[in-house]
Nanobody, 124 residues
């Protein structure tokens, strides 16, 4: 079993910052690519940011220049630094990966990884 556990959410004022963390139970070096998603209340889950094995990153247009995705493979951690937060960033944030494969356990897929997420509220 592969688990991804998000943390770091909370209440922040507009213009503020938060750093989200995602702790993986297995080596993230075998998870590629990795993503952050978010789901606002009553809306579908949307892709926010992606990082590949070589460190390349992509972002949805609404967060470009404000959010930064990064990872620490030695600690099996994925991060999302969120700056200049806006009320429209309010959502539950989830980390995920397309797949995890190793010679012993075989392969797991993104549907296996969804956790509880971490709530981010941007409000005065």
């Amino acid at each position: 079993q592969v688990q991804l556990v998000e943390s770091g959410g909370g209440l922040v004022q507009p213009g503020g910052s938060l750093r989200l963390s995602c702790t993986a139970s297995r080596s993230i070096s075998m998870m590629n690519p990795m993503h952050w998603y978010r789901q606002a209340s009553g809306k579908q889950r949307d892709l926010v940011a992606t990082i590949t094995s070589d460190g390349s990153t992509t972002y949805t247009n609404s967060v470009k220049g404000r959010f930064t995705i990064s990872k620490n493979s030695a600690k099996n951690m994925l991060y999302l630094q969120m700056d200049s937060l806006k009320p429209e960033d309010t959502a539950v944030y989830y980390c995920n990966a397309d797949s995890y494969c190793d010679p012993v356990s075989g392969c797991y897929w993104s549907a296996d990884f969804w956790g509880q997420g971490t709530q981010v509220n941007v409000s005065t």
